[in-house]
């Protein structure tokens, strides 16, 4: 079983920058398709950015500008650079990666929180 840790979740204040930081058992993070995904109360999941096998990234709309996610297969780590955040993002994001799709193994979340 693949066992995924997001990281680097924490408090911000509006305007602000977080990085938050993927890293799963194996090495698969380097091959498969990885996504970083949100969730607010009472609201559908969001896929906010996803990076493919190959290495080509999508991002939602609400953050397209200001969200990146990149990959570094030296670490086996996906990250996804977060700046000027706002009060809105303040969710849960979870990590997800799978052979094309990030959907198969999913991390137990990693909390931000935006301060207005």
């Known amino acids: 079983q693949v066992q995924v840790v997001e990281s680097g979740g924490g408090l911000v204040q509006a305007g602000g920058s977080l990085r938050l930081s993927c890293e799963a058992s194996g090495r698969i993070l380097r091959i498969n398709a990885v996504g970083w995904s949100r969730q607010a109360p009472g609201k559908q999941r969001e896929l906010v950015a996803a990076?493919?096998?190959?290495?080509?990234?999508n991002y939602a709309d609400s953050v397209k500008g200001r969200f990146t996610i990149s990959r570094d297969n030296a670490k086996n780590t996906v990250y996804l650079q977060m700046n000027s955040l706002k009060p809105e993002d303040t969710v849960v994001y979870y990590c997800?990666?799978?052979?094309?799709?990030?959907?198969?193994?999913w991390g137990k979340g990693t909390l931000v929180t935006v301060s207005s």
């Open positions: 990076i493919s096998r190959g290495g080509s990234t």
């Open positions: 997800a990666t799978g052979r094309d799709s990030p959907v198969d193994f």
